[in-house]
């Protein structure tokens, strides 16, 4: 099965700052990847996704994520974190035609944003 | 217009009870699914529904069943609650793309089980 893992439960920057949070994936076959974001007590709401067709894929809010297959990594990045990026964020990976093309979800990281 | 909607959006109940959570996509998508979010946030597929065929994760107890009138509702039903059932249900649905399509999530079920 697909996996990804998020390294970092907690990130904390500065408004401003710039955002960075890691994802690694396992695949055994070119992976189709997801950046969600969810805000307190709401759904998951689709930041960005790669599905080969290039490797620097820009979402919406200004975020960003870049494939790397040599490191295995879709790191999600922002240039300048605002107050409302505050949120829990879920890296994911499409299970394969098996699963009904489930989604396999990393633990998620939650960022912080502080003045 | 709402694309996936949720109902109820709360549901506290004791356990033993029998209870359903409602979704319904306007998305006219081919799949949806069903994804539980433990009290630590982690998000597990519980089931896959594709055109009558139902993809079952083998960890999910078979207190839990999903029925799904039409392709627009897939409905969740969980008999004999217990209290680790408690946590947020989230349905999704998507188009059967080979994986590449984007999953729509629904706001959620909250489930307390007394």
């Known amino acids: 099965a697909q996996s990804v893992t998020q390294l970092g439960s907690h990130v904390s920057v500065s408004e401003g700052a710039l955002v960075l949070l890691r994802c690694n994936y396992s695949?055994?076959?070119?992976?189709?990847l997801f950046w969600y974001v969810q805000y307190p007590n709401q759904g998951l709401q689709l930041l960005l996704k790669y599905t080969s067709a290039a490797t620097l894929v820009k979402g919406i809010n200004g975020f960003e994520a870049e494939f790397k297959k040599s490191e295995t990594s879709f790191h999600l990045t922002k240039p300048s974190a605002h107050m409302s990026d505050a949120a829990e964020y879920f890296c994911a990976v499409s299970d394969g035609f098996d699963s009904g093309y489930a989604l396999n979800f990393g633990k998620g990281t939650s960022l912080l944003v502080t003045p | 217009d709402t694309a996936v909607s949720q109902t109820p959006k709360y549901l506290v109940t004791q356990m033993g009870n029998d209870k359903s959570i409602k979704c319904e996509q306007n998305?006219?998508?081919?799949?949806m699914y069903w994804y539980k979010q433990d009290s630590k946030k982690f998000l597990k597929i519980m089931f896959s529904?594709?055109?009558?065929?139902?993809?079952i994760n083998e960890t999910v107890p078979n207190r839990f069943s999903p029925k799904s009138p039409d392709k627009a509702h897939l409905n969740l039903h969980i008999n004999s609650l217990e209290l680790g059932d408690s946590a947020v249900y989230f349905c999704?649905?998507?188009?059967?793309?080979?994986?590449?399509?984007?999953?729509?999530f629904g706001p959620g079920t909250r489930l307390t089980v007394t």
């Open positions: 998305l006219g998508h081919d799949t």
């Open positions: 695949s055994s076959v070119p992976p189709y």
């Open positions: 999704a649905s998507s188009p059967w793309t080979s994986g590449s399509g984007e999953q729509y």
């Open positions: 529904y594709n055109n009558k065929e139902l993809i």
